[in-house]
């Protein structure tokens, strides 16, 4: 797969001919599909166009993979060579190639071929201690997947995963009591087809989309009748589907998959209602969902990587509203990854040491990149949300919210970007699109009390992140603690700080401003029981309900309980009255922290806002350190 960036305005797009077993394929992507994209959205002629040149990467991954396991000096296992699969995809490319491609272009499939490979080359570790035919035997699932898709007689050997096969994008054959180390065997022959092992035989239905007797069928999300058609794999079975770790396969309750269903009908027709980020676009970005664990009774997670193509990792939503946010946030990400496998926008921008104002982590300028696309998307579909005449107060003014936080989040990012990065022409033509959809959104007026939250919100991030972060230098927190201890001169020179990643620490009170304004009386009840509901304390509470004199109070005691919390600075940063104490704190809160953490190692009687107070009038004084 190559490329040379867009072609000129007007040109033909595409692959030609198609990618194909047989036959690379040269990707172009027009000046009008680039521009589209980089103004975050991108129709599906645009997103097309990336599809393709993933299945070109999935085509060069299998075929590395293949020749790889080939090569191996381990034992085969019960298993043929690998290039009798690759032969097997051919045979079935032939008869159907829309069916091989729908199984390769499996997100699971990516995850499968990126981890394989890497455990390969690596050779040690814990996949090293598992047989390598049974991970990369997988490649013989895979044809056997294809080649039931195609319709075509064949028989295939295939490796045993946990109950049974696990055959992409298709679903799993139970077979229970199946020995272990032996193969099983894929088939169909004009009676039909059907998965055997020495235990017994599974026939597999004529429909594979559907459940029988020893077959679990993968199940499908749905959108409503009348809405455009997105209907992505519900994948609870394929070991591969985590693209983080291995998982067993597991076979979700018809009540729980009713429910996802259910939830994503509502979500779905959220993302068509609103065009600010083309739904055509999104529904080609989005091939699979797979489940999490609930994580938070308020808070969903959505994850996805560039070597899963189309896959979604997603807790529970519990609000159509939330998981249509989660769609569009996860299509931003694979439009963006697909583009960086065709052209070059960055030059290096690994190292992670960059302050992103969504993450409580370090992070590369690459990652950076990401943010700035994907939750310029989110903004986007806030204020598409925004623009509804039909939704209540409530939910406007948590769109209020959202839209407001997210467009100055990705107002701060990009500045970082254009601040550090070395971007190629492409990048910077990428970043001026990306600067003039938010320029609009900027535009946009936003109610004072949304704002207001949006910028307190910003703050106690950035001071979280600073308290656990960031390090000032020991040898100079103790000068300092020693000035403030005896009130004497501080040093000239204000400590300097050097990145150290510590734990990161949850949005616990962004969180619950979101359910204040989203659904005020499901913050109530949550307040009402602290303990059982958002992981929040009273004094959390009593903030994100705007009690800040509750609020200081259990702060200032929880503090000195525990100085080296770093969301209990931040808390009290943020409750504190304007003044010289909350502005240390919300510009140097790590100094702070550190100083009055020595002072309390000395003994040295003096409350946290006394000190921050000190030193926000030493460091005009000083200077402005690292």
């Known amino acids: 797969m190559s490329s040379d960036g867009p072609t000129p305005r007007g040109e033909e797009t595409g692959s030609d001919p198609a990618p194909s077993l047989t036959a690379w394929a040269r990707h172009r992507l027009a000046v009008d599909h680039f521009l589209e994209l980089a103004q975050g959205s991108g129709g599906d002629a645009a997103v097309a166009v990336l599809r393709a040149a993933q299945l070109s990467r999935r085509l060069l991954l299998l075929r590395a993979l293949v020749e790889a396991v080939d090569r191996h000096d381990a034992p085969p296992g019960p298993l043929p060579t690998a290039q009798q699969a690759w032969d097997l995809l051919a045979r079935a490319e032939r008869e159907d190639r829309d069916a091989v491609q729908s199984v390769l272009l499996h997100p699971c499939v990516g995850s499968w071929l ?6 390969l080359r690596a050779g040690s570790g814990a996949a090293a201690r598992r047989p390598v035919w049974g991970d990369s035997g997988q490649v013989h699932a895979v044809a056997a997947a294809a080649a039931l898709k195609a319709g075509i007689r064949f028989r295939a050997p295939v490796p045993l995963q946990d109950t049974g096969v696990l055959l992409p994008s298709l ?30 035989t599974v026939p597999l239905p004529d429909d594979l989309g559907q459940d029988a007797p020893g077959w679990w069928a993968l199940r499908r999300l749905r959108p409503a009748r009348g809405d455009l058609r ?56 989005l091939l699979a969902v797979t489940p999490l664990p609930d994580r938070s009774p308020s808070e969903l997670f959505s994850g996805s990587a560039p070597e899963a193509y189309g896959g979604v ?120 699109g990306v600067e003039r959809t938010l320029a609009a959104l900027l535009k946009e007026p936003v109610p004072a009390a949304a704002a207001l939250a949006a910028d307190e919100a910003r703050d106690d991030h ?38 150290l990643a510590g734990p990161t620490a949850q949005e616990v009170r962004t969180r619950l401003v979101r359910i204040r304004f989203g659904d005020p009386e499901r913050f109530a009840l949550l307040r009402g029981d602290p303990q059982g509901g958002a992981g929040a304390s009273a ?28 969301t209990l600075w931040a808390g009290l940063g943020l409750s504190l009255p304007e003044g010289p104490a909350r502005d240390a704190l919300l510009h140097r809160p790590e100094v702070v922290a550190a100083v009055y953490r020595e002072l309390v190692r000395q003994v040295a009687r003096q409350t946290p806002e006394s000190v921050a107070a000190w030193i926000a009038g030493a460091a005009a004084e000083a200077g402005p350190g690292g």
């Open 114 to 119: 990126g981890q394989t490979l890497r455990d």
């Open 171 to 200: 679903g799993c054959a139970v077979l229970p009591g199946a020995p272990s180390g032996v193969a099983a065997e894929v088939f169909r022959d004009r009676r039909g087809a059907g998965v055997r092992c020495p235990s017994g």
């Open 230 to 285: 997105c209907a992505p794999l519900l994948d609870s079975l394929d070991p591969w589907r985590h693209y983080l770790r291995r998982s067993p396969v597991v076979r979700m309750s018809d009540s729980e998959a009713a429910a996802w269903q259910d939830m994503y009908e509502a979500a779905w027709h959220l993302v068509v209602e609103q065009s600010r980020v083309d739904p055509a676009g999104i529904a080609g970005s």
């Open 313 to 432: 990792l997603m807790s529970k939503p519990h609000r159509p509203v939330d998981m249509a946010a989660a769609l569009v946030h996860e299509a931003q990400h694979t439009k963006l990854s697909a583009l960086l496998d065709l052209v070059t926008l960055l030059h290096g921008g690994l190292e992670e040491h960059h302050y992103a104002p969504w993450r409580a982590d370090p992070r590369p300028l690459r990652g950076i990149l990401h943010g700035v696309y994907a939750f310029l998307g989110v903004a986007s579909f806030w204020q598409a949300l925004r623009e509804r005449t039909d939704i209540s107060d409530a939910e406007r003014a948590e769109a209020d919210f959202e839209f407001a936080l997210r467009r100055s989040q990705v107002e701060e990012g990009l500045r970082t970007l254009w601040a550090e990065g070395s971007f190629a022409d492409l990048g910077e033509r990428f970043l001026r």
């Open 462 to 499: 950035r001071m979280v992140f600073r308290l656990s972060q960031l390090h000032p230098d020991t040898a100079a927190i103790r000068a300092w603690a020693d000035a403030a201890a005896h009130r004497t001169q501080p040093p000239r020179r204000y400590p300097t700080v050097r990145p």
């Open 539 to 566: 004094s959390d509470y009593a903030w994100a309900a705007g009690d800040r004199d509750a609020a200081l109070a259990g702060y200032r005691r929880r503090v000195a309980e525990n100085p080296a919390d770093p």
